[in-house]
């Protein structure tokens, strides 16, 4: 079974804190994605990666920025948190055509 | 960006059938699926069809796709409590290798014992 874990669950930080949101996949997976999620407004993709040391922001990338120095880990940063960015942040990996698979999730709020 | 829309609640009785509808604009997506998600969990995917088939059946699951009209349909049937979830359509991006998804905003649903 593919994994796909995130480093926390539930996260509570401070706002103008800097924030690492991280992601690791078993799979070898050459895709791997960051979303966040909202109720009311679904899925939105942050950030996204095709290969190591790539990535291609997504719909929302303002505010954050990614890491991929390894093909198995995908770090998400916010530079520094604000209030807007309390969220459910999910990340997902993909062979192309076969369908994402996601981790578990963090909740993170700013205070 | 494609456009995937679904209607975001959806009521069933405990032992009746579920049906949860959506629609996508991309013609050419090669893969569409659906997504479960349970409370405070990530999705999970469910299943998936290829855009050259008309139905697929797993279990208590049956994907209807309607290329022509871009309709996408998830049944469950028996539907049980534990069926209560968020459920996510998906279609992947047009041409792309990249394995984007586009997802709908989801269909909360809720099943009454």
């Known amino acids: 079974d593919v994994k796909v874990t995130q480093s926390s669950r539930y996260l509570v930080k401070r706002t103008g804190e800097k924030v690492f949101l991280e992601c690791v996949q078993d799979?070898?997976?050459?895709?791997m994605f960051w979303y966040r999620q909202d109720p009311g407004l679904g899925l939105r993709l942050i950030y996204f990666s095709y290969d190591v040391k790539m990535k291609e922001k997504g719909d929302i990338p303002e505010g954050y920025s990614v890491s991929r120095e390894k093909k198995e880990r995908f770090s998400l940063i916010l530079e520094s948190a604000s209030t807007n960015q309390t969220s459910m942040y999910l990340c997902?990996?993909?062979?192309?055509?076969?369908?994402?698979?996601f981790g578990q999730g963090t909740r993170l709020t700013v205070v | 960006g494609e456009d995937v829309e679904q209607s975001l609640f959806l009521s069933v009785r405990e032992g009746d059938s579920s049906v949860i509808n959506c629609t996508y604009t991309d013609s050419s997506s090669t893969y569409l699926y659906w997504y479960k998600q349970e409370p405070g969990a990530g999705l999970q995917l469910l299943t998936y069809i290829f855009s050259n088939m008309d139905m697929k059946q797993d279990q208590r699951l049956t994907v209807l796709l309607n290329k022509k009209d871009k309709h996408l349909s998830l049944r469950i049937a028996d539907t049980q409590t534990g069926d209560s979830a968020i459920y996510f359509c998906a279609e992947s991006e047009r041409g792309s290798t990249l394995g984007r998804l586009y997802f709908g905003r989801g269909t909360q649903l809720t099943v009454w014992p």
């Open positions: 997902a990996s993909s062979l192309a055509g076969y369908g994402a698979f």
């Open positions: 799979m070898d997976h050459e895709n």
